[in-house]
């Protein structure tokens, strides 16, 4: 039971560069989301999804797309780099426990645009 | 606009000392206030908190959620180095469980 698992773990673009980012869970989650962490920010919500096929915008989806295939990946592409979007990011998945959920963690890419 | 303020933002103690983080929010349709530790690398989940004045346990650390005045605690008693973590708050607000709204985190330092 692997969890959650993200690749690649470091990445350097240039800038206008693209790549995809992948998520992958192994607990049959229904939830996952796309995060990232800045410098005293805490982390920030990209994109998310409630189900396989579905996505939607979160807090900061400017720059990022999504898809959602296969219920246990989750993909997050950036199409047109820039260097505002150095940071770390994270993926989570979740599942509704009597109508709460606990997110778990993947442990995290760390990309810098140059 | 879905708000979640942590404070102290930074903390330094020794060892033994007892600390007590803070937490607030002002979120639309609360469900659920969750308390991570963050190291190294990705959040490790300590606590979900759904009820008002109910303390939640583990070891050496506890928390409490108060709905009414939209806050919780974190609680570290007798602090060890491996306490030195980023802790983070998180609200879980919405209907279908889609949005966390994060705080910045309490950076805690404890000295040997």
């Known amino acids: 039971n692997a969890g959650v698992t993200q690749t690649p773990k470091f990445r350097v673009l240039k800038t206008g560069q693209s790549m995809t980012l992948l998520c992958a869970q192994d607990?049959?989650?229904?939830?996952m989301y796309w995060y990232r962490q800045d410098p005293g920010m805490g982390l920030r919500l990209i994109h998310y999804?409630?189900?396989?096929?579905?996505?939607a915008k979160g807090e900061v989806p400017d720059g990022y797309n999504v898809s959602r295939l296969k219920k246990q990946n989750f993909l997050l592409g950036l199409e047109s780099a820039a260097p505002s979007q150095t940071s770390v990011y994270f993926c989570?998945?979740?599942?509704?426990?009597?109508?709460?959920?606990?997110?778990?963690f993947g442990p995290g890419t760390r990309l810098t645009v140059l | 606009e879905d708000k979640v303020v942590q404070s102290p933002l930074s903390l330094v103690v020794h060892e033994g000392d007892t600390v007590t983080l803070n937490c607030s929010y002002e979120?639309?349709?609360?469900?659920?206030l969750l308390w991570y530790k963050q190291e190294k690398k990705a959040p490790t989940f300590l606590f979900m908190l759904?009820?008002?004045?109910i303390e939640k346990k583990s070891g050496r650390l506890s928390s409490i959620l108060d709905k009414k005045e939209l806050f919780s605690i974190l609680n570290i008693t007798a602090t060890q180095t491996g306490d030195s973590a980023v802790y983070l708050c998180?609200?879980?607000?919405?209907?279908?469980?889609?949005?966390?709204?994060f705080g910045p985190g309490t950076r805690l330092s404890v000295l040997p």
């Open positions: 998180a609200v879980e607000a919405g209907n279908y469980g889609q949005n966390f709204v």
């Open positions: 989570a998945s979740s599942y509704d426990w009597e109508g709460h959920n606990e997110q778990f």
């Open positions: 999804s409630v189900g396989e096929g579905t996505t």
């Open positions: 759904t009820s008002s004045g």
């Open positions: 979120v639309t349709n609360f469900r659920s």
């Open positions: 607990m049959n989650h229904e939830y």
